[in-house]
């Protein structure tokens, strides 16, 4: 599988980056396939050109681009961004912010899941602590991570405040 999706990668880099073969509509494409790298979006030089246009199209609220993988496509995958709240981040990017540090936040401004064969490969977590900083994690053949819900994060993070509290921790 590991071979399988290295032979997409280079095909599709071939496909999208190839000089003169890249189209207007590649763009959400590009996406797919930078985001999918586990070594991060912005880890080869093709890719930051379309991840940084990604990031300011996010910025300014514009949707998620999309990709037509055309005639046979690419079935189950996909990419979508979920904008991180205190109800959707990892629980080490939660925080207590606001007025009398009183309110749970969390440091990203979104999170991009990509699916390859309908089962998540990478979860890329974006301004990280401010503008351009990404965490990605990868859930791809060869991982032994288990992917997690990060609608369950601040339950565990406030359980786990609770806990430490009770046996003379704090926050």
């Known amino acids: 599988m590991q071979g399988w999706s290295l032979g997409l990668a280079l095909v599709a880099g071939t496909a999208i980056f190839g000089p003169g073969v890249a189209r207007a509509d590649d763009w959400g494409c590009q996406v797919i396939l930078c985001l999918s790298n586990p070594g991060g979006p912005e880890q080869y030089s093709q890719c930051v050109p379309p991840i940084e246009r990604l990031w300011r199209a ?30 959707y981040c990892r629980e080490d990017l939660l925080y207590w912010g606001g007025p009398e540090q009183s309110e749970l936040l969390c440091r990203a401004s979104g999170a991009i899941n990509v699916d390859i064969n309908n089962r998540l490969y990478t979860r890329v977590w974006w301004d990280v602590g401010g503008q351009g900083s990404t ?37």
């Open 58 to 87: 996010l910025r300014h609220g514009d949707p998620f681009p999309t990709c037509d993988f055309g005639a046979g496509g690419s079935q189950g995958t996909f990419s979508s961004n979920t904008f991180a709240s205190r109800g």
């Open 135 to 171: 965490v990605t994690e990868f859930y791809g053949t060869g991982s032994t991570e288990v992917p997690y819900d990060p609608t369950q994060s601040a339950t565990l993070f406030l359980q786990q405040i609770e806990q430490d509290s009770g046996s003379g921790g704090g926050h």
